[in-house]
T-cell receptor
Framework: ETGVTQTPRHLVMGMTNKKSLKCEQH?????MYWYKQSAKKPLELMFV???????ENNSVPSRFSPECPNSSHLFLHLHTLQPEDSALYLC?????????????FGPGTRLTVL | DAKTTQPPSMDCAEGRAANLPCNHS???????VYWYRQIHSQGPQYIIH???NNETNEMASLIITEDRKSSTLILPHATLRDTAVYYC????????????FGTGTKLQVIP
């Protein structure tokens, strides 16, 4: 257990559905991240939040909408996704978003878009 | 970011030490070496990190060469649960720091 939980662990959705991924960290960290890991591709950073403020958006399509209501919770709202969005979505947290702050990852949500 | 090079796969007998090498010849002076591992379809797990000195924690030891161009992760007594892909990464120092994984080393611990 890393102190970062994600729900659901598996999600299957159609292209017209709207769903949300949830991440919660119990580590007292200030920074939270969303990553996408596709098969045979490197880990891709999507969003960074520091003290609830979005500090980085790596050119992510608008069909992915993050929300960070507080430092412990992070959501990823999904709508009108494409099959190529099928991937493992990982949440991570760190004390601060600095170069030497260790990021701790959750178990991920395996998303399949039909 | 400094690039890292790792062998694609390694085998290790259960109970023996697993030594995983990593080459990072273009590392700069203030960049840290981090190791994570990822068991199939699970989230990456932090193992250890270091700058110049060798480091040890309850999971592993990290040996960094004096010129910092390479490092070795040592799992002292490998178990079957250590079978995973091990990633050696170098954290750059600009902006908000993403974790960038390369292809890693697939470690297979054999009974």
């Amino acid at each position: 257990e890393t102190g970062v939980t994600q729900t659901p662990r598996h999600l299957v959705m159609g292209m017209t559905n709207k769903k949300s991924l949830k991440c919660e960290q119990h580590l007292g960290h200030n920074a939270m991240y969303w990553y996408k890991q596709s098969a045979k591709k490197p880990l891709e950073l999507m969003f960074v939040y520091n003290f609830k403020e979005q500090t980085e958006n790596n050119s992510v399509p608008s069909r992915f909408s993050p929300e960070c209501p507080n430092s412990s919770h992070l959501f990823l709202h999904l709508h009108t996704l494409q099959p190529e969005d099928s991937a493992l979505y990982l949440c991570a947290s760190s004390q601060d978003p600095g170069p030497t702050d260790t990021q701790y990852f959750g178990p991920g949500t395996r998303l399949t878009v039909l | 970011d400094a690039k890292t090079t790792q062998p694609p796969s390694m085998d290790c007998a259960e109970g023996r030490a697993a030594n995983l090498p990593c080459n990072h010849s273009t590392i700069s002076g203030n960049e840290y070496v981090y190791w994570y591992r990822q068991i199939h379809s699970q989230g990456p797990q932090y193992i250890i990190h270091g700058l110049k000195n060798n480091e040890t924690n309850e999971m592993a030891s990290l040996i960094i060469t004096e010129d910092r161009k390479s490092s070795t992760l040592i799992l002292p007594h490998a178990t079957l649960r250590d079978t995973a892909v091990y990633y050696c990464i170098v954290r750059d120092t600009g902006g908000y720091q993403k974790v960038t994984f390369g292809t890693g080393t697939k470690l297979q611990v054999i009974p």
